[in-house]
Antibody, heavy 122, light 108 residues
Framework: EVQLVESGGNLVQPGRSLRLSCAAS????????MHWVRQAPGKGLEWVSG????????AYADSVKGRFTISRENAKNSLYLQMNSLTSEDTALYYC???????????????WGQGTLVTVSS | EIVLTQSPGSLSLSPGERATLSCRAS???????LAWYQQKPGQAPRLLIY???NRATGIPDRFSGSGSGTDFTLTISRLEPEDFAVYYC?????????FGQGTKVEIK
């Protein structure tokens, strides 16, 4: 069974950092691009970042560019999101999602993990 | 950035009725790179449709997608109780991904 399990969410003060992880199982992790998508409480979906199978192609939403860093470790079937300089606008449930192919362009997302909650508040 | 506008914002229907959801893009979506997702309360989104009209694995055939260019539609032919949820469209262009704001399908 394909499974994505996020972890690392927490309550953090504005300006601080947090690192999210996503553990993948049930498929060949290095055959797929991976993404982070977030959902603020009661709001819609916002794509955050994506990474190709070999980390050779990375993309970020403008809202997080320069503050967030996506990475992956294929040997550990793991995806990460390093989040720095957090603000209240970053408060959301963060999902990891698998792209439909190795490379970044033109991915749809399937499946999604259950998400990990990041709350930025003093 | 391509902006997606979904309409209506909410839809109140009875089981067995037909639901028609619209997604309009601010510019043409290349090669019909448009997907639809379903999200139920407390759950992660689930892929329904990709490539504007292709059903994902395991999705019942009462769900269908159509459209091209800037206008896309998700149709649920006969609503089942489990179909009441929020639906999002997404465009997946060249390293750019945006979602519509969602349409909530509620039980009348």
């Amino acid at each position: 069974e394909v499974q994505l399990v996020e972890s690392g969410g927490n309550l953090v003060q504005p300006g601080r950092s947090l690192r999210l992880s996503c553990a993948a199982s049930g498929f060949n992790f290095d055959d797929y691009a991976m993404h982070w998508v977030r959902q603020a409480p009661g709001k819609g979906l916002e794509w955050v970042s994506g990474i190709s199978w070999n980390s050779g192609h990375i993309a970020y939403a403008d809202s997080v560019k320069g503050r967030f860093t996506i990475s992956r470790e294929n040997a550990k079937n793991s995806l990460y999101l390093q989040m720095n300089s957090l603000t209240s606008e970053d408060t959301a449930l963060y999902y990891c999602a698998r792209g439909d192919q190795k490379w970044l362009p033109y991915n749809w997302f399937d499946p999604w993990g259950q998400g990990t909650l990041v709350t930025v508040s003093s | 950035e391509i902006v997606l506008t979904q309409s209506p914002g909410s839809l109140s229907l009875s089981p067995g009725e037909r639901a028609t959801l619209s997604c309009r893009a601010s510019q043409s979506v290349s090669s019909s790179h448009l997907a639809w997702y379903q999200q139920k309360p407390g759950q992660a989104p689930r892929l329904l449709i990709y490539g504007a009209s292709n059903r994902a694995t395991g999705i019942p055939d009462r769900f269908s997608g159509s459209g091209s260019g800037t206008d896309f539609t998700l149709t649920i032919s006969r609503l089942e109780p489990e179909d009441f949820a929020v639906y999002y469209c997404q465009q997946y262009g060249s390293s750019s991904w945006t979602f519509g704001q969602g349409t909530k399908v509620e039980i009348k």
